[in-house]
């Protein structure tokens, strides 16, 4: 099946993520009835998965709790590269927080992709794993200093880097930095792999299963949306975003949406790399086995945060993609599309480590920048040293309580201005539509009935669903992502169907729903 991305004629234009394509595995059940563990995980993604693998793997009971089904949110939607290139961070890191912690940063990534290997061959899982190079490359000759100066910084923090002026691309660049020994695998494969021994070892997960509270104590206690308690000693939030927000780093974390579209290539205009330039709204490159003679070509790009894009703006977004990729991939034949979301620290490092100052038992891992499946890796053996009473080298680099006021300080007030920006503008009479008769089948907007502020979606049948307009989060207002069917929060990323469910936190609690008449309107 063939589409075009940039038709606007919605998601049912093209198939999703490549990777939800693969089965979803044995469905868990969810809790219903109160436990206690030594730990419990929030989140089954690529942290909390791996979290509660090595923690069951060293003999401590583990109880993993997942809102929707596991591997099948963020970390279902991802590009899927194990790489310590990630982009152009180690000159960065490097002033930022000094050569040391470039080098702490670049080996604590270079594991973390070499223990993926490791695993995938110790537990027989077949997860599509290859090694390949990385490059981050630039078109622009002026840009050439800023990557040669990036390719020494990364070989300074004991990276196998190199600067090229030729790379596999079937396109020029004006520069590149090389790193070997990277990889890329199917995270999916992996994920529920790692699940199945993770039960075989004796840990438990339970999926349909939504944490709203956490009580910090000798033991935590946590309630779920279904009333049900789990009294664990230790408890880690690998939810992407946090949903609890004591430790206050919605103030430090940037939500960032970025589209995907792939299909297939043959085999021999195949690349055999990573490839990531800046440039353009980002441009991400990857290939994946696909079938005899082709492989199928991942071109990730057209970064936004998320609830800010007009009507018709993402699925221009989408063909400005697409056009990319048959520019410099003319023979490949695009068959799929999906988006992507992560969370950007204010100073560009992971926070991985206590969830506030005052945490005892309580642990976070957040802000992976687009990076998530080495990030997620090492997040995973970070925490499970900690609380297993060890301390690898670069815990103080990830540690959310860490604040450089100074320098991150730019960062933090541009953030909030912007949160600010949404949280007053969109109040105000311009950001709302006058009626649901001005709503167009496929759309939706923000609708003022009877003095309350609603979210309405006009079907492609001409049916209405309403829903509170206020984010359950902090009360921001949502905007309508038309491309993909979604109610989106411009300040801090929480997403939401038609009908009010939580797609993507931080939000825990769905968009209250309301019945409307076309007639009460105005």
């Not at 899982?125 to 990385?134: K, S, T, W």
């Not at 499970?384 to 540690?399: H, K, M, Q, V």
Request: hydrophobic share 40%.
């Amino acid at each position: 099946m063939t589409y075009d991305p940039g038709s606007g004629s919605g998601p049912a234009s093209g198939a999703g993520s490549l990777w939800m394509e693969y089965a979803p595995g044995p469905a868990r059940p969810p809790l219903d009835g109160p436990i206690e563990t030594e730990v419990a995980v929030i989140g089954g993604g690529i942290a909390g998965l791996c979290t509660a693998w090595e923690l069951a793997r060293a003999g401590h009971p583990v109880v993993l709790l997942e809102a929707d089904r596991i591997a099948s949110g963020v970390t279902g939607h991802t590009t899927a590269k194990l790489s310590a290139l990630h982009g152009m961070v180690y000159a960065e890191i490097a002033s930022v927080h000094g050569a040391r912690a470039a080098r702490l940063y670049a080996h604590s990534q270079q594991i973390a992709i070499d223990h993926v290997a490791e695993v995938s061959e110790e537990l027989g899982i077949d997860c599509d794993f290859e090694r390949v190079p990385a490059y981050t490359y630039t078109e622009d000759p002026a840009m050439a200093d800023k990557l040669r100066a990036e390719a020494e910084a990364a070989r300074a923090a004991g990276l196998a880097a190199s600067y090229e002026t030729e790379v596999p691309l079937p396109f020029p660049v004006a520069g590149a930095v090389k790193v070997e020994n990277q990889a890329q695998f199917h995270p999916r494969k992996y994920l529920l792999g790692l699940a199945a021994d993770l039960e075989v070892l004796g840990g438990r997960i339970f999926e349909r299963t939504r944490v709203t509270r956490l009580q910090e104590g000798s033991p935590c206690e946590l309630t779920t949306s279904g009333g049900h308690t789990v009294r664990a000693r230790e408890v880690v939030v690998a939810t992407h975003y946090p949903v609890f927000d004591r430790a206050l780093l919605f103030t430090r974390l940037e939500p960032k949406r970025e589209l995907v579209v792939a299909g297939p290539l043959p085999a021999g205009q195949d690349p055999a790399g990573m490839y990531l330039t800046p440039e353009g709204g980002t441009r991400s490159v990857r290939t994946a086995p696909y079938d005899e003679g082709r492989r199928m070509l991942i071109v990730t790009g057209e970064k936004f945060t998320p609830g800010t894009e007009g009507e018709g703006e993402v699925g221009e977004r989408f063909g400005k993609l697409a056009s990319w990729a048959r520019e410099r991939f003319p023979e490949v034949e695009l068959t799929h599309r999906w988006a992507t979301q992560d969370n950007v620290t204010t100073d560009h490092v992971p926070y991985v480590g206590r969830l506030h100052a005052g945490s005892r038992h309580a642990y976070v891992a957040t802000g992976f920048a687009g990076w998530g499946m080495s990030n997620g890796v090492m997040a995973g053996d970070l925490l499970a040293s900690r609380i297993r009473g060890r301390e690898p080298a670069w815990t103080s680099l990830y540690d959310p309580v860490r604040l450089h006021p100074v320098r991150e300080a730019p960062a933090m007030l541009r953030l909030q201005a912007q949160v600010g920006k949404h949280f007053i503008g969109d109040r105000l009479p311009g950001a709302h539509a006058d009626s649901t008769a001005d709503i167009e089948p496929g759309a939706g907007a923000v609708v003022r009935v009877g003095g309350r502020r609603l979210a309405v979606h006009r079907d492609a049948e001409g049916a209405l669903h309403a829903v509170s307009a206020r984010c359950t989060h902090l009360g921001c207002i949502v905007h309508f992502n038309d491309e993909e069917c979604a109610w989106e929060c411009p300040c801090h990323g929480s997403r939401f169907d038609v009908d009010g469910k939580v797609v993507q936190g931080p939000a825990i609690k769905p968009l209250e729903q309301f019945d409307v008449d076309e007639e009460e309107t105005r």
